[in-house]
């Protein structure tokens, strides 16, 4: 069988219908018209999944079996995202009314936050060599995308444009990033 009708049955079987979600839809609330949400990263080797459900980042074998919580109990998570290497997963997590970005190691140790401060911080996207994200940030008033090393916490601002940028993306060479830019004007 081949892995995309397994990924297909799998994901059916773990959250039933998966409708798509609605730009703006706030963390963790249910699409409209359903009570289910759902966002999915899959590992580089693709044996696993990484998803968000009820409100929790998840991490299953993607040949089935028991899901296993990487969030912390309590923890309102979404939009995982997985390191080149496969070995960390990045997610967004409400704390208070604010948005901000935690890695957990994939075997659900070492959790820790990354950003911090009184601005949201959304979608995180990892850079090659697994030290560097990117994401959404709303640190000058409107959305930019901003580049966090890992290692210092120093933030970068990548994009100025007046409107928001949105839900970045890296190529696979890091050479390009790719985002959801909305103008204003």
Avoid at 91 to 113: F, K, P
Wanted: aromatic share 6%; with cysteine; proline share 8%.
């Amino acid at each position: 069988m081949s892995k995309l009708p397994l990924f297909l049955c799998l994901l059916f079987a773990v959250t039933g219908q998966v409708p798509a979600a609605p730009t703006g839809t706030p963390i963790g609330d249910p699409l409209p018209g359903t009570d289910k949400r759902l966002a999915i990263a899959v590992t580089p080797t693709g044996d696993e999944l990484i998803f968000d459900r009820d409100r929790r980042i998840q991490l299953i074998p993607i040949r089935g079996g028991q899901a296993r919580t990487l969030s912390a109990p309590g923890e309102i998570a979404c939009c995982p995202a997985v390191s080149r290497d496969g070995r960390h997963i990045a997610y967004e997590v409400l704390n208070g009314s604010l948005h901000q970005i935690v890695v957990v190691n994939t075997d659900g140790n070492q959790r820790r936050q990354v950003t911090f401060g009184d601005y949201d911080h959304r979608s995180p996207a990892w850079m090659p060599g697994n030290r560097r994200l990117l994401m959404s940030a709303n640190r000058g008033g409107n959305y930019d995308i901003w580049e966090l090393d890992l290692e210092s916490l120093m933030l970068q601002q990548t994009t100025t444009d007046p409107g928001d940028e949105l839900q970045p993306a890296v190529s696979s060479d890091g050479s390009k990033i790719m985002y959801v830019a909305e103008n204003r004007d």
